[in-house]
Nanobody, 116 residues
């Protein structure tokens, strides 16, 4: 049974930082591209960042470039999202995603709240 468990969300002031973690189990971690998505209140889920398992390349939404960093610890089966200089518009439920050529999995989400 595949599980993706996110943690690290919470309340932070604008300009602050948070680090989200997503620990995977039940899958071969280094065979999956890992990504973060988010869903702001009343809006659709949107892509945030991804880490490609084949070559380690990373991709970011324009809105988070230069502020967010995605990384992967294979030994811990964990992907991280370091979020710096948080803005009000970053408030959302953040979801971890794993994808391969055969399947895709989602975590349950972790809430990030940004206050002014």
């Amino acid at each position: 049974q595949v599980q993706l468990v996110e943690s690290g969300g919470g309340l932070v002031q604008t300009g602050g930082s948070l680090r989200l973690s997503c620990t995977a189990s039940g899958l071969t971690f280094n065979q999956y591209t890992m990504a973060w998505f988010r869903q702001p209140p009343g809006k659709d889920r949107e892509f945030v960042a991804s880490h490609i398992h084949k070559d380690g390349s990373t991709y970011y939404a324009d809105s988070v470039k230069g502020r967010f960093t995605i990384s992967r610890d294979i030994a811990k089966n964990t992907v991280y999202l370091q979020m710096n200089n948080l803005k009000l518009e970053d408030a959302a439920v953040y979801y971890c995603n794993s994808i391969s050529t055969d399947d895709q999995y989602w975590g349950q989400g972790t809430q990030v709240t940004v206050s002014s």
